[in-house]
């Protein structure tokens, strides 16, 4: 069955990029935080607020137990308590203040930073999409754009909150003393080295995890795509092992990553737990010597944990930091692939098409390796010519170089006289139909299918594509006719998915028609029949027919021979059979596969 290629893309376990490269890429994904800039700013002014309140409960604490309780007044107990409870009150509105406008983050990045990637990978040209699995293309979209949500929508405020608590924290521990720093920032210094070192083995294996993901996203999809397949040929068995083998590869590198999560965690909260024990020690033994008041022992530790708690976090963004740049690095990836194939800045003026075609001395290689050389051919405007060929001869790929998804290495490729590559694509791919020799069929109403790409279509224009198709009686025949609901796999035969693919080229009504192998699925009358429907309706349409068979293209005004990329016979029917060269063995042959498919 297919299979991926895994090999051939090795798995990176740190990046490619320098320091100044990835802080390069930081800054471009932050570029997205323009959308919610205002609720960025309004987060900052509630943390603010936050951070200011979180320092009165710990005074008051002084209070309470240093001047209320001994004294036993009930006034000033009562003031203290109302005081806290106020504070709390405050408190939560602006968490949930918080939250919610953080939330709109949550939803209003990933449409900005998404529909970007799409863009991007939608304007990439054939080339450039193929270079990566779909599963890939998918998994980017998908789980690195969520990934990225964080450094765009919590960092700013989390750094900015984290600053905001330390310098308050600050200034508490200045009024409680100065002995506390250095405890303070010998732990500090031996929780950093330990985060890091965590850290980057947690991003080391998320680099891992993530490239197992997509491989077994890629991985389903290819197996699902080629269901039929699998089950024809008796390949459950392989499928399953290939699927196993990926799927254990993403659970394995999945469990190491959330192991070394859990070793961190397990670490910074055994760390913190050591160090409340040693400051309660140290407190102790100030009160002791009457150097504290119970008031402040009990206000240490709250201040001490309050101003780790930020230092952590600034641990902690920085590591996150770190990680999430990994899903980021992937993203910038993509989004900085210039396509190769664009609109000019000043496109030529070519306000309606005659339908003339030019291909002029054009060669192409995929990846260095030649499949066009020195192509040549001419289509007048209403002519009805033929591209025939063996296998592998490159007649697909040049059909796909007249629409411009992909550009000729050498030549050019000339409409009404005008370079391809000087005209708008939208307006070379409305004049120039593509009824591609695929059987895509999509996941929506067979009259969603025909009417793909064509919005405006009247119902009279849709009937009639599907009739040119030969398709109108089976689609009466099916339960809710055009309503019908179709699958991406479909309930229909291969004849009918190709005429239904059919019916959606010939409803564009373009001035040039390319039908490639765009009848191969049908039978020689059907096909017979519909080629004659199609030379009726679209009389001085230029049309340039690519087709193995060739018994459907000798009435074109001119056939052209290509073999190995090159041009080897040009003229009418009646003339190549005459010269007796390829065009005389390759028809020969199809008379033979003709009459044993009639018996």
């Given at each position: 069955m297919i299979r991926l290629v895994t090999a051939s893309q090795p798995i990176i376990d740190s990046s490619r990029l320098t320091t100044w490269e990835r802080i390069g890429v930081f800054f471009r994904v932050m570029r997205y935080a323009r959308v919610i800039w205002d609720k960025l700013l309004l987060r900052i002014l509630v943390t603010q607020i936050l951070a200011f309140v979180s320092v009165i409960p710990i005074a008051v604490g002084i209070r309470l137990i240093d001047d209320a309780l001994p004294q036993r007044d009930m006034r000033l107990l009562v003031r203290l308590v109302l005081i806290i409870l106020a504070v709390r009150f405050v408190e939560r509105v602006f968490g949930f203040t918080h939250d919610v406008v953080a939330g709109y983050g949550v939803a209003r990045v990933p449409l900005s930073l998404g529909l970007d990637f799409y863009k991007r990978v939608r304007n990439l040209s054939l080339k450039q999409f193929n270079r990566r699995p779909i599963g890939e293309h998918m998994f980017r979209c998908t789980a690195d754009v969520g990934d990225c949500l964080y450094l765009i929508n919590d960092v700013i405020p989390t750094t900015v909150f984290a600053l905001q608590r330390m310098g308050a924290m600050l200034f508490m521990l200045h009024t409680l003393g100065k002995w506390l720093i250095f405890p303070t920032v010998t732990y500090l210094i031996i929780f950093l080295a330990a985060r890091h070192w965590f850290s980057t083995r947690i991003r080391r294996w998320d680099r891992r995890a993530r490239h197992e993901g997509q491989q077994l996203t890629a991985a389903l999809r290819e197996i699902l795509s080629a269901f039929r397949l699998v089950k024809g040929y008796n390949r459950d068995a392989t499928a399953h092992r290939w699927y196993f083998h990926q799927l254990f590869s993403t659970m394995r590198a999945g469990w190491r990553r959330t192991m070394f999560t859990v070793f961190d965690g397990t670490f910074s909260a055994t760390a913190l737990g050591l160090f409340a024990l040693v400051i309660n020690m140290m407190s102790g033994l100030r009160v002791i010597s009457d150097e504290m008041t119970l008031g402040e022992f009990s206000a240490v530790l709250g201040v001490v944990l309050g101003l780790i708690g930020p230092v952590q976090d600034l641990i902690n963004i920085f590591q996150m930091v770190r990680q999430k740049l990994v899903p980021a690095e992937r993203l910038i990836e993509t989004l900085n692939i210039i396509p190769d194939i664009q609109d000019p800045e000043q496109p030529e003026a070519l306000l309606e098409s005659r339908g003339r075609i030019e291909v002029r001395g054009v060669s192409f290689a995929y990846d260095d390796v030649p499949v066009l050389r020195d192509v040549?051919?001419?289509?007048?405007?209403?002519?009805?010519?033929?591209?025939?060929?063996?296998?592998?001869?490159?007649?697909?790929?040049?059909?796909?170089?007249?629409?411009?998804?992909?550009?000729?290495?050498?030549?050019?490729?000339?409409?009404?006289?005008?370079?391809?590559?000087?005209?708008?694509?939208?307006?070379?791919?409305?004049?120039?139909?593509?009824?591609?020799?695929?059987?895509?069929?999509?996941?929506?109403?067979?009259?969603?299918?025909?009417?793909?790409?064509?919005a405006r279509v009247s119902e009279a224009d849709l009937r009639r594509a599907a009739e040119l198709a030969d398709a109108a009686g089976f689609i009466d025949a099916l339960s809710q006719g055009y309503d019908t609901l179709l699958t991406e796999g479909g309930a229909l035969s291969g004849g009918q998915k190709q005429r239904l693919c059919l019916a959606r080229g010939l409803l564009r009504s373009p001035k040039v028609l390319i039908l490639d192998e765009a009848t191969s699925a049908l039978d020689p009358l059907t096909e017979t029949q519909v080629?004659?429907?199609?030379?009726?309706?679209?009389?001085?349409?230029?049309?340039?027919?690519?087709?193995?068979?060739?018994?459907?293209?000798?009435?074109?005004?001119?056939?052209?021979?290509?073999?190995?990329?090159?041009?080897?016979?040009?003229?009418?029917?009646?003339?190549?059979?005459e010269r007796q060269g390829m065009y005389y063995r390759l028809w020969t042959e199809a008379e033979q596969q003709s009459r044993q498919s009639e018996l």
């Open positions: 040549s051919v001419v289509a007048e405007a209403g002519e009805k010519i033929a591209i025939v060929g063996p296998t592998g001869a490159g007649k697909t790929t040049l059909t796909h170089l007249l629409v411009r998804l992909y550009d000729p290495s050498e030549g050019a490729i000339l409409l009404d006289g005008v370079d391809v590559r000087r005209l708008p694509q939208r307006f070379l791919r409305e004049s120039v139909g593509l009824v591609m020799q695929g059987q895509q069929v999509l996941a929506a109403t067979v009259r969603e299918n025909i009417a793909y790409g064509n080629i004659g429907n199609i030379d009726a309706a679209f009389e001085g349409i230029t049309q340039i027919v690519v087709a193995h068979n060739l018994l459907s293209t000798r009435n074109a005004n001119r056939i052209y021979v290509l073999d190995l990329g090159r041009i080897v016979e040009t003229g009418t029917h009646k003339s190549l059979m």
